[in-house]
């Protein structure tokens, strides 16, 4: 079983960053794909990015290529997701996800199988 805590929500503004972490524990961090989905009240639960296991190959959504990057710290047990370039569209709970096997793009959440409980990104404008 594996337990995910995310770190490094708040309040930013426009154009300003961010750096989430998400740290694991109860189980083997380097043979799990981990992902960053982010989700508004009343909506859907939207992928962000997902990396492999060793940190070679990420996958990030459209909204977010070429500002966010997801990367991994194995060593640490730690996934993180830099944020640049922050609007206020990025408003969401950020949470991160874990999973055995399969693509680091899935977009569908019922394929993840341990999730964090959440942090809050609110970007003001």
């Known amino acids: 079983q594996v337990q995910l805590v995310e770190s490094g929500g708040g309040v930013v503004e426009t154009g300003g960053s961010l750096r989430l972490s998400c740290e694991a524990s109860g189980g083997t961090f380097s043979e799990h794909i981990m992902g960053w989905f982010r989700q508004v009240a009343g909506k859907e639960r939207r992928f962000v990015a997902g990396?492999?296991?060793?940190?070679?190959?990420?996958s990030h959504a459209d909204a977010v290529r070429d500002r966010f990057a997801i990367s991994r710290d194995n060593a640490k047990n730690t996934l993180y997701l830099q944020m640049n370039s922050l609007a206020p569209e990025d408003t969401a709970v950020y949470y991160c996800?874990?999973?055995?096997?399969?693509?680091?793009?899935?977009?569908?959440?019922?394929?993840?199988?341990?999730w964090g409980q959440g942090t809050q990104v609110t970007v003001s404008s």
């Open positions: 996800a874990a999973k055995r096997g399969g693509p680091i793009w899935e977009s569908n959440p019922e394929n993840w199988n341990y």
């Open positions: 990396i492999n296991e060793d940190d070679r190959f990420v």
